[in-house]
């Protein structure tokens, strides 16, 4: 009789690229509660901080997480996603700090140049109130490299001067995944758990984990215009010009943020599935598609992370 056994896998083999992906922010995530005192972790209510929500259960769970939770608000953020991140953050009985550019408005720090300007870029500001208001010493941020240029020149631990600017050019090795949050008082790190992740693989780690999601992130009818290029929704923010045709469209967000400067595209993607296999083939990066404020120049992030933006 053939008693041979064929012997299983090694459980490497049995991984998939979403568990590699898992796996390497899982610790990140420790890495930063083991080398920082005081961190903190970005959470909007948006798809990248909703994973990030996710891999902080799973690399510190039954505890409560070794962090709090805070979001940046402009004062002009969709009603669908903050009324989500407040009932997210309640779920998992994790605090949650809320700051907004409108309090340093009220406080001169943050001044406009027109009531219509958008305030996304004033977030810096606000941010880093919050880092000087609460001695923060890391902010955990659902950054990817896939989103824009700038993006890609982060480390996962990048490191920020006492004024909280970003230097490319200072910057810590990472050689073998070795991370460095060594700072002095009032310098900080921003760390980005997952920085080698696509919007495909958010998408994909989404469906994997069962999360739930703002609707706006679904197909669904809204008011929008066609201007330069990109749809924007018709709000009391974003009137409809005297020139302008407004149309009843089947649109959903790839991402979300302040109202005067987020742009959904059209889709009839109303489940994960279909969400999936439009971005697998989509050719334009979220950001330059759905981002208003990153189109005017190529050089706007990179000016926006050297002046403190996450």
């Not at 299983?8 to 898992?22: G, V």
């Not at 984990?209 to 669904?220: C, K, M, N």
């Not at 045709?245 to 967000?253: D, H, M, S």
Request: hydrophobic share 40%; net charge negative.
């Amino acid at each position: 009789m053939d008693t041979h056994v064929t012997p299983l896998a090694p459980a490497a083999a049995r991984l998939d690229h979403l568990d590699w992906l898992e796996a390497e922010a899982i610790h990140i995530l420790r890495e930063v509660a083991g080398q920082c005192s005081n961190p903190v972790l970005l959470f909007s209510g948006g798809k990248d901080s909703i994973c990030l929500l996710r891999l902080a259960e799973k690399a510190f769970r039954p505890g409560r997480f070794p962090f709090p939770l805070l979001h940046v608000d402009t004062g002009h953020n969709y009603p669908e996603v903050t009324a989500f991140r407040d009932r997210r953050a309640a779920e998992l009985d994790e605090r949650l700090i809320v700051r907004s550019v409108e309090d340093s408005m009220r406080r001169g720090t943050v001044a406009l140049k027109s009531p219509n300007e958008s305030r996304n870029k004033h977030q810096s500001v606000t941010l880093l109130e919050a880092i000087a208001e609460f001695a923060f010493d890391a902010c955990i941020g659902g950054a990817r490299r896939d989103e824009e240029k700038a993006r890609a020149k982060e480390r996962l631990f990048s490191f920020r001067d006492e004024f909280g600017q970003w230097d490319p050019k200072n910057q810590r090795p990472e050689l073998w995944s070795l991370y460095n949050a060594r700072i002095h008082p009032g310098e900080n790190i921003r760390a980005f758990p997952i920085s080698n992740w696509t919007e495909l693989d958010v998408w994909q780690y989404i469906a994997r984990e069962e999360l739930e999601l703002p609707t706006i992130y679904f197909a669904h009818t809204r008011p929008v215009v066609r201007r330069n290029g990109a749809l924007v929704p018709v709000t009391a923010l974003t009137p409809a010009r005297e020139d302008e045709k407004i149309e009843e469209v089947c649109v959903r967000f790839r991402t979300v943020g302040d109202i005067t400067c987020t742009a959904p595209v059209e889709s009839t993607a109303d489940t994960l599935e279909k969400i999936i296999a439009e971005t697998a083939v989509t050719t334009l990066t979220e950001r330059g598609a759905t981002r208003l404020d990153d189109q005017t120049s190529e050089a706007s992030m990179e000016q926006r992370k050297k002046e403190g933006y996450f």
